[in-house]
Nanobody
Framework: QVQLVESVGGLVQPGGSLRLSCAAS????????MDWYRQAPGKQRELVAS???????NYADSVKGRFTISRDNAKKTVFLQMNSLKPEDTAVYYC?????????WGQGTQVTVSS
């Protein structure tokens, strides 16, 4: 069974930064596409960023230029660096790993942007 363990989020002031990490217990981590999603209260879960090994990452328009997704295949970990945070970034952030028909989710971590 694959497990995805996310770091603890937190409360950040507008304009601040936060880095999330997600450690995966999978074999051959490099072949998995790793995504970050988020879900705000009353809204649908949305894709924030996606990264495949050897390819350029993809980002939602709402976070382009502010968020950076990266991965360390040796450590089986994916990161989400979030800068210039806005109140509308407040959500539960989820790590996702998928490869062919296999799809796994982390438990989610709360990120709150507020003064």
């Amino acid at each position: 069974q694959v497990q995805l363990v996310e770091s603890v989020g937190g409360l950040v002031q507008p304009g601040g930064s936060l880095r999330l990490s997600c450690a995966a217990s999978v074999n051959n981590f490099a072949i998995w596409t790793m995504d970050w999603y988020r879900q705000a209260p009353g809204k649908q879960r949305e894709l924030v960023a996606s990264i495949e090994s050897g390819r350029s990452p993809n980002y939602a328009d709402s976070v382009k230029g502010r968020f950076t997704i990266s991965r360390d295949n040796a450590k089986k970990t994916v990161f989400l660096q979030m800068n210039s945070l806005k109140p509308e970034d407040t959500a539960v952030y989820y790590c996702n790993a998928h490869f062919t028909r296999y799809n796994y989710w982390g438990q989610g971590t709360q990120v709150t942007v507020s003064s």
